[in-house]
C-alpha cells in the first residue's frame, strides 16, 4: 500500500531557483494539504485543496503555488526559493474532511535547504 | 481564527508512568474535531486519537485517552503505563468539519521517556 508517496526525499536548491515537489496519494482522498515543519513552530499549512480544481491558502502560502488538476496529485511549486524557505515538507490527505474521523495521512516529508 | 497551543515544550516522565500532554484550542466554529500525532526521531507522522466536538465521551485508543474538557477549550493527552518508545514529540490539531476543513497544529511537545 503506497498511501502517500512525497518525491524527492531531499533536495538542496540555490537562493532563486524554482522547482516542485511531488505528492500522490492512492487511497482516492479528496482533501490534500502541504505543511512546513521548523523547528519549534510545529506544523504550518501552507496551501490545502478539498478536491480537484479547488485549491486554498493556508496560513504561509507566500512563495508557494500548488494545483490540483487530479484526485491523485497535489504539487507544490517554489518560484524563487529563498534561504527561509529552508524546512522539511510534509504532504497529508485524508477523505471527506466534513466526515467528522478522517485524520490526515502524511507523506514521509521532503528535506528542503536552500543556499 | 482556530488557534491549537501546547504550552509544554518538553516533558519527561518515568517508564510504566502516565503522563499527561496539555492542549488548548480556540475557535468560533461549533463543529470541529481534536487530533492527537506522534512523531519519532524517524519522522513520520503517526496518527494516536481523535475527539469529535459533539462526542459525549473521551476518546481511548488502547493506552492513549484524551481528557476533552470543552467548556474549558482543552484537549489533553494522557498516556497511561509510558515505554520508552514512547519518547517522541507530540502535536495538538484542529480541524473545523463545517466550512474550510484546514487542519492545523500547535507547536508540539516534546517527551522522553526515561528508563
Known amino acids: 500500500n503506497a498511501g502517500v508517496t512525497q518525491t524527492p526525499k531531499f533536495q538542496v536548491l540555490k537562493t532563486g531557483q524554482s522547482m516542485t515537489l511531488q505528492c500522490a496519494q492512492d487511497?482516492?482522498?479528496?482533501?490534500m494539504s502541504w505543511y512546513r515543519q521548523d523547528p519549534g513552530m510545529g506544523l504550518r499549512l501552507i496551501h490545502y485543496s478539498v478536491g480537484a480544481g479547488i485549491t486554498d491558502q493556508g496560513e504561509v502560502p507566500n512563495g508557494y503555488n500548488v494545483s490540483r488538476s487530479t484526485t491523485e496529485d497535489f504539487p507544490l511549486r517554489l518560484l524563487s526559493a529563498a534561504p527561509s524557505q529552508t524546512s522539511v515538507y510534509f504532504c497529508?490527505?485524508?477523505?471527506?474532511?466534513?466526515?467528522?474521523?478522517?485524520?490526515?495521512?502524511f507523506g514521509n516529508g521532503t528535506r528542503l535547504t536552500v543556499t | 481564527a482556530q488557534k491549537i497551543t501546547q504550552t509544554q515544550p518538553g516533558m519527561f516522565v518515568q517508564e510504566k508512568e502516565a503522563v499527561t500532554l496539555d492542549c488548548t484550542y480556540d475557535t468560533s466554529d461549533p463543529s470541529y474535531g481534536l487530533f492527537w500525532y506522534k512523531q519519532p526521531s524517524s519522522g513520520e507522522m503517526i496518527f494516536l486519537i481523535y475527539q469529535g466536538s459533539y462526542d459525549q465521551q473521551n476518546a481511548t485508543e488502547g493506552r492513549y485517552s484524551l481528557n476533552f474538557q470543552k467548556a474549558r477549550k482543552s484537549a489533553n493527552l494522557v498516556i497511561s503505563a509510558s515505554q520508552l518508545g514512547d519518547s517522541a514529540m507530540y502535536f495538538c490539531?484542529?480541524?473545523?468539519?463545517?466550512?474550510?476543513?484546514?487542519?492545523?497544529f500547535g507547536s508540539g511537545t516534546r517527551l522522553l521517556v526515561r528508563p
Open positions: 497529508a490527505s485524508s477523505t471527506e474532511p466534513g466526515q467528522g474521523d478522517s485524520p490526515l495521512h
Open positions: 490539531a484542529m480541524r473545523d468539519l463545517q466550512s474550510s476543513y484546514k487542519l492545523i
Open positions: 487511497m482516492n482522498h479528496e482533501y
